[in-house]
RNA sequence: GGCCCCUUCAUCUAGCGGUCCAGGAUGCAAGGUUUUCAUCCUUGUCACAGGGGUUCGAGUCCCCUAGGGGUCACCA
C-alpha cells in the first residue's frame, strides 16, 4: 500500500510549485490504489492562518484533486508531540539544553568570526550537573557524533551526508512547542506514509528527520527529492511568473486540466507524449522517473497546452465556464456557432470572453489604421450598396445564407472579395481580423448587420468626408 | 563561505555505451489554406557547458573546472 501526503504550511495561497508536489503524490497515491493525505503543517501558531488553508482547499477542489479522510491539523497533536519528546528524555535520546538564546547567538558569532559552519557545541548532551537557574530549556535530540548519514532518494539517488553537518537540533523550544522536523518525521511515520515526494529544498530536512525517525524506532519512508521550479532566466520563481495563486490561474481563464498537464511534464515526461489526460497521466505516472535537475517555468507552453484543452471542449462546458467572464451564452441562440468559432481562436477563457463580448457587443470606435486601409476610394459606397442588398434579401439565418449572398455581391459587382470584405469587417467589429464575415453576420443577425453598416456609413461621412 | 544537488536546442524534454552527423514539443522564421486575424498543415532554425580519463566505441561511466540551484533558525 502506498499512502502519500501533501504537507504545506498555512502561510498563504498555493502557487503552482506546491501545486505540482500535490499533484505528484496525488498520482502516485492513486495509481497504487494508495492513499493521499493532507497535512497543515500549523506548528508557528503566530504565523497560519485559516484564511491560506481554505485557500489550498479551494484549489484542490479546482483542479478536481481529491484526499482520503479529513485533513490533519498538527496545531491539534500537540500532546502527542510532548509525548515523545517525554519519551525520548527518558531514554536519554534527548535532552535539556539551558543555552540561553544570546549565549547561542554569542556562539555563532564567535564561530563565525572563525569562519566555522555556526553549530550547536553540544554541551549539554551529557550535563549532569545542577542546570543554571532562571532559563527555560530547549529540548534537543541527540545526533550521531559520528559517521554519516546515508539515504536513497528515489530521485537522486544515493546521498550521503557527513554526521558533523547535522548537530543536536531542537526538538521542543523552551515553551514547550515542538519544531518542525521533529513533528514531520513523527506525523509522516504515524499516518503510515510510505513515499514521500517532496520539494528538494527539503533535502538537507531529511537527515534530521532520520535521525528522529530512529531514535523513535519507526521505519524509514522513501524519498523523493523534486527539483524546483525556476522562473525563466533560471531565477526563482517571481510571483508574476508562477509564484502567485493558483486560483489566479482560474481567473486568468486557465483550464485546470491544461495547468496540470503543463504541471507534470515540468520535470517529468514519458517518451514523447505531451498531452495528458488524468487518465494517462494515474496510468503512467512515477516518482522514479523525475529528472534530477530543475526544470524552468515556460508561459507560451501553458498557453498552448491552455488552447488545447479549450478546443476540446464541449460548448456546454464552456458556455458554463465563461459565466465567470461575464458572458451569459447559455440560452443565446446561437450559441453553438459561437462557441465553435471561438474555441478555435482562443487561448484562454479569458480571450474568448473578450472575442465574444466584441462581436456580440456594437462597436464604440473605429480603428484609424483599419479604416485607413479598408476604405480607399469608393469602399463606402460599395459598403453601402452591399448594405442595399442585404436589405432587401429575404429571411437569412445560417453563415451559409450570408456566404451566398456575399459571393453574389462580389459576382454582380465584378470586385474581389476584399473589396467588400474589409469594410465590412471594419463596420462589423470596428477593425480588421476577426472571425468570418457570414459566421458574425449570422451570430449578430440581420437586424444588427444593418445597423453596424449603417453606424459605420454615418461615421466615415462625419469623419472622412472629402 | 561550508555542505548537498544539478548541467542535451531560447524553454520543456527523449536518450538508460554502439540503432544519435542527437528525436519530439513550445517558441521563433518561412510557405500553404483563409475575405482578414487566429486556428490548422508543411518546412526550417536551434543543443550533448569546458577539459581530462575509462572503453574497440561516451550525450550516456569516472574525475576536475566552470556555471546554476538548494541549505546552513527556539520558520515551516
Redesign the pocket.
Known amino acids: 500500500m502506498v499512502v502519500t501526503r501533501f504537507a ?2 498555512p ?1 498563504g495561497f498555493l502557487h503552482i510549485g506546491g501545486l505540482r508536489t500535490a499533484l505528484f503524490n496525488y498520482l502516485w497515491a492513486r495509481r497504487n490504489d494508495g492513499e493521499f493525505k493532507l497535512r497543515i ?4 501558531m503566530s ?1 497560519n492562518s485559516a484564511e491560506a488553508t481554505r485557500a489550498i482547499l479551494e484549489a484542490f477542489e479546482w483542479v478536481g484533486m481529491d484526499y482520503d479522510g479529513e485533513p490533519i491539523y ?1 496545531s491539534d497533536r500537540f500532546d502527542l508531540y510532548r509525548s515523545y519528546i517525554i519519551r525520548l528524555l527518558d531514554e536519554g535520546k534527548a535532552y535539556y539544553c539551558y ?3 544570546e549565549e ?1 547567538d554569542r556562539l ?1 558569532e564567535e564561530q563565525m568570526a572563525r ?1 566555522e ?4 557545541d553540544g554541551r549539554y548532551r551529557d550535563f549532569t550537573g545542577e542546570p543554571p537557574k532562571g532559563i ?1 530549556p ?1 529540548v534537543r535530540i541527540k545526533a550521531p557524533l559520528e559517521g554519516e548519514i546515508v539515504f536513497e532518494d528515489g530521485i ?7 554526521a558533523d ?1 547535522v548537530d543536536d ?2 526538538i521542543a ?3 514547550g ?1 515542538p ?3 521533529f513533528v514531520v518525521a513523527i506525523d509522516d511515520a504515524l499516518m503510515g506514509i510510505t513515499d514521500v515526494i517532496r520539494g ?6 531529511t537527515p534530521k528527520q532520520i535521525v528522529v525517525y530512529e531514535a523513535l524506532g519507526f521505519k524509514l519512508p522513501k524519498f523523493y527529492h523534486v ?2 521550479i ?1 522562473g ?1 532566466g ?3 520563481l517571481s510571483k508574476r511568473e508562477g509564484a502567485a495563486d493558483v486560483m489566479d490561474y482560474k481567473r486568468a481563464g486557465y483550464l485546470p486540466e491544461a495547468l496540470l498537464n503543463f504541471l507534470v ?5 514519458r ?2 507524449q ?1 498531452i495528458f489526460t488524468m487518465e494517462e497521466m494515474l496510468e503512467h505516472f512515477d516518482p522514479s ?1 523525475i ?6 517555468y ?1 508561459p ?2 501553458l ?2 497546452l491552455n ?2 484543452y479549450i ?1 476540446n471542449s464541449s460548448n456546454e462546458r464552456l458556455a458554463s465556464l465563461l459565466e465567470d467572464f461575464g458572458v451569459y451564452l447559455l440560452a443565446h441562440d446561437k450559441r453553438e456557432i459561437l462557441l465553435d468559432i471561438f474555441k ?3 487561448k484562454t477563457l479569458k480571450e474568448m470572453a473578450e472575442q465574444i463580448t466584441e462581436v456580440l457587443e456594437t462597436p464604440k470606435e473605429y480603428d484609424a489604421k483599419a479604416i485607413k486601409k479598408a476604405m480607399k476610394g469608393d469602399a463606402s459606397e460599395i459598403l453601402a450598396r452591399f448594405g442595399r442588398k442585404l436589405e432587401s434579401a429575404g429571411e437569412l439565418h445560417l453563415p451559409t445564407d450570408y456566404h451566398s449572398l456575399l459571393e453574389d455581391f462580389v459576382k454582380e459587382s465584378q470586385i474581389g ?2 473589396k467588400i ?2 469594410p ?2 471594419v463596420a462589423l467589429t470596428g477593425r ?8 458574425m453576420m449570422s451570430i449578430i443577425g440581420k437586424k444588427e448587420t444593418l445597423q453596424r453598416v449603417e453606424n459605420f456609413l454615418r461615421h466615415m461621412d462625419m469623419n472622412y468626408a472629402s
Not at 503543517?41 to 508557528?44: L, P, S, Y
Not at 511534464?265 to 515526461?269: D, F
Not at 529528472?291 to 524552468?296: E, I, L, P, R, V
Not at 480588421?432 to 459566421?439: A, V
Request: aromatic share 8%; proline share 4%.
Open positions: 504545506p504550511s502561510t503543517e500549523d506548528t508557528d504565523r498538527q543555552m540561553s538564546k547561542l555563532r569562519k559552519r555556526p553549530r550547536y527555560e530547549v537522486k539517488g544515493t546521498i550521503t551526508i557527513s553537518e537540533f531542537i523550544r523552551s515553551d512547542t519544531t518542525y522536523n528538494d529544498d527539503h533535502l538537507y530536512n527539483p524546483m525556476l525563466e533560471g531565477k526563482k511534464r515540468l520535470g517529468w515526461s517518451g514523447d505531451e522517473d529528472n534530477a535537475s530543475a526544470s524552468q515556460n507560451d507552453k498557453l498552448w488552447a488545447h478546443k478555435e481562436r482562443c472579395f476584399g470584405g474589409m465590412l469587417r480588421l481580423g476577426g472571425p468570418d464575415l457570414s459566421d
